[in-house]
Nanobody, 131 residues
């Protein structure tokens, strides 16, 4: 089964930047969607449905973003989806969360924002934004 490993989390002050990366253990094949989700403190980590969609990118390149991060976050991919990055700029305290990378296949545009659509998940990387 595909393994995903996130990196790049940390602590930053409001207005700062972080870049998260997600490395896949093998090729993601074709017709994939890669996505970043986040889970805020206090939410049950094991409940995938509690994870909020942040950004998605599919095999052909189109991207989508949650309204709260549009213009601040940028999702990108390298090596045909084997690495997916999330550049986060102008971070706000509300961005504090555990960030998860996810992979799914044969996903429609309507399905892409929902966590339960995705089949493979990483363990997460924590982002803390505070002064």
């Amino acid at each position: 089964q595909l393994q995903l490993v996130e990196s790049g989390g940390g602590a930053v002050q409001p207005g700062g930047s972080l870049k998260l990366s997600c490395a896949a253990s093998e090729s993601t094949g074709s017709d994939y969607h890669m996505a970043w989700f986040r889970q805020v403190p206090g939410k049950e980590r094991g409940d995938i449905a509690e994870r909020e969609g942040v950004a998605t990118i599919d095999a052909d390149g189109p991207t989508t973003y949650a309204d709260v991060v549009k213009g601040r976050f940028t999702i990108s991919q390298e090596n045909g989806g084997s690495t997916v990055n999330l550049q986060m700029d102008r971070l706000e305290s509300e961005d504090t969360a555990m960030y998860f990378c996810a992979a799914g296949w044969c996903i429609t545009v309507d399905q892409a924002p929902y966590a339960r659509t995705y089949k493979s998940w990483g363990q997460g990387t924590h982002v803390s934004v505070s002064s």
